[in-house]
């Protein structure tokens, strides 16, 4: 049997490092699978970007944490039908979709 994958935590944890390492610890089975339609290297760059400008620019914080919510929300999807044995083709984002 597939090891189960474990879903991200939906709500943001509190600090830029915090999302960066979510995103880093993403499972490589779901992000490396080819169907995966987030690029994580232009969400890391975007949160080192937002943590060189700290302060600086609410719109690369905006910006940040759209992407981060979308990214998240997808992956937790994948992980749905991981979970269940299914191809990702077969998702329902209606009945997998994890509202704010």
Known sequence: MTQLVERAPWFPPRGLEAQLKVLNDLDPRIVG????????????????????????????????????????????????AFNRGLPPETFNPSKDHVPF
Do not use: W
């Open 33 to 80: 699978s080819g169907r995966f339609q987030f690029d994580l290297d232009l969400a890391r760059s975007l949160a080192k970007t937002v943590m060189a400008n700290s302060g600086n620019s609410k719109d690369y914080d905006k910006d940040f944490m759209e992407l981060y919510c979308k990214i998240i929300n997808s992956y937790n999807r994948y992980v749905s």
